[in-house]
């Protein structure tokens, strides 16, 4: 069995003060779910896809909701 660290890259991106471009991971974390989400939509049936889009719509406001507290 290999060991975890062995198995992942370990080039990092980083910023010239030496810190992690956290930028640049929150860049490529947006870009493949927004592929993810266009595959989906691809691939679900013309009619299936209003639906997904209203739900996409109602998890897109989630955070703009009143919430308990």
Known sequence: ?????????TD???RPDG???TAH???KGRRRRSEAAHRLTAAAPRRARR????LAAL???L???PGQG
Not at 1 to 9: A, L, N, R, S
Not at 51 to 54: E, N, S
Request: proline share 14%.
């Open 59 to 61: 998890i897109a406001a």
């Open 1 to 9: 069995m290999t060991h975890p660290t062995e198995t992942h890259p």
């Open 51 to 54: 639906p997904l889009f209203g």
């Open 12 to 14: 990092i991106r980083r």
């Open 25 to 27: 991971y929150m860049a």
């Open 19 to 21: 810190s992690i471009d």
């Open 63 to 65: 955070p703009f909701l």
